[in-house]
């Protein structure tokens, strides 16, 4: 009982650092800029470590059922925290393209971040990393199509449309999805699989074991990962007020609350994705990065566009022309570089490469 007490520590730091945070939320916002910035630093770090706690969970139940199911419980996992955080953040004080942001870096930072790192450093390691080339094409266009029709066609429609558009789009991203999921799961489902050698099988299980698997149950894992969800709305709530006022006045990037959002909520992915590509498993990269990000587009999308057309209060969608350029330019990378079934570390080279340009762009205001 105690051992597994123990094992959940991060989720009791989150319960203590969200009961002292409400406790001195107040106080914090009276003592001035800094304090107000290192209280939004250790919720963030908090809510890191929560997520770490859901991520290892939703890795118990992925490892009970396996691929292509495994690696769709963790993305899930992962947007169900972006989506949480979002919805608390767009109660308060914030940027009327926090959504539109935080979905563009997530996708910087999942095909580009994440996918690119992961393919440099496994092909450093291993040279050549082979996957199933059909999981990268089918992500791409599903990733090309959803972002066109929710953040670029919304350029060009009139505003007093705004809800009727809104409303298309959610249909349209959830019978995307619908397929998509009907594909990941049923009779394609080998499209995102790839049959290792059994040499790789076995250092494939034996990275992908997380400690206490075998008496961890199903509905323990589920507990905690509602648990762990909670906590992190809870601290999302104090996180997005000190962090707003904070960084109010201080000529910091229009986007970078966006990055902390989609930060966090890809953080225990980047670990998983580089554990897998150094052990040679690069199908379960592409999964994690490409599935993450058409995740966070075709699920993050419908949600936020439902609490707008329920509070009558629209956001901005549309990318602005760079960010639909960067956009552009990494489909059509991943496109050419997740086309022949294996990865080297020149192709992850170049999707780094972009990845430091998106987070350049933001400095300068971009």
Do not use: C
């Not at 009970?64 to 919805?87: C, F, N, Q, W």
């Not at 249909?171 to 998509?180: E, K, V």
């Not at 994690?288 to 075709?298: D, K, Y």
């Amino acid at each position: 009982m105690l051992s597994s007490l123990l094992k959940e520590r991060f989720l009791f730091i989150g319960l203590a650092m969200a009961i002292l945070a409400y406790a001195m939320e107040h106080s914090l916002l009276e003592m001035g800029r800094l304090p107000m910035l290192a209280g939004a630093v250790l919720i963030i770090a908090a809510i890191v470590l929560v997520s770490t706690r859901v991520a290892h969970h939703a890795e118990v139940l992925a490892s009970k059922v396996g691929d292509p199911y495994g690696t769709m419980i963790l993305t899930l996992s992962a947007v169900l925290v972006e989506v949480v955080i979002l919805a608390i953040m767009m109660q308060g004080e914030t940027s009327p393209t926090l959504v539109r942001d935080t979905i563009y870096a997530a996708v910087m930072l999942d095909i580009n971040g994440i996918l690119g790192l992961a393919a440099l450093l496994g092909g450093l390691r291993h040279g050549e990393q082979p996957y199933n080339d059909d999981s990268g094409k089918t992500y791409g266009v599903m990733i090309l199509t959803a972002m066109g029709i929710s953040m670029i066609v919304p350029e060009f429609v009139p505003p007093e449309s705004w809800h009727f558009y809104s409303a298309f789009t959610i249909g349209a991203m959830i019978a995307l999805y619908a397929l998509f999921l009907r594909m990941q799961v049923g009779p394609h489902s080998y499209f995102f699989s790839y049959a290792y050698p059994r040499a790789g099988r076995k250092e494939q299980r034996a990275e992908a074991s997380v400690p206490g698997d075998e008496s961890e149950s199903a509905p323990l894992a589920i507990a905690v990962i509602v648990i762990g969800v909670v906590l992190i709305g809870a601290l999302a709530e104090v996180m997005s007020v000190l962090l707003t006022a904070g960084l109010r006045g201080t000529g910091a990037p229009p986007a970078l609350m966006a990055i902390v959002v989609a930060a966090i909520s890809a953080a225990p992915e980047i670990l998983t994705a580089l554990r897998a590509a150094l052990a040679n498993r690069m199908q379960s990269v592409v999964n994690i990065a490409m599935g993450a990000s058409l995740s966070t587009v075709i699920l993050t999308v419908p949600v936020m566009e439902a609490i707008a057309l329920y509070t009558g209060q629209p956001f901005i969608m549309a990318m602005s022309p760079v960010q639909t350029i960067m956009v552009t330019i990494t489909l059509i990378a991943a496109a050419i570089n997740l086309n022949d079934g294996e990865t080297n570390a020149i192709e992850g080279m170049t999707h780094f490469v972009l990845f430091a340009t998106f987070l350049m762009l933001t400095a300068i205001g971009l």
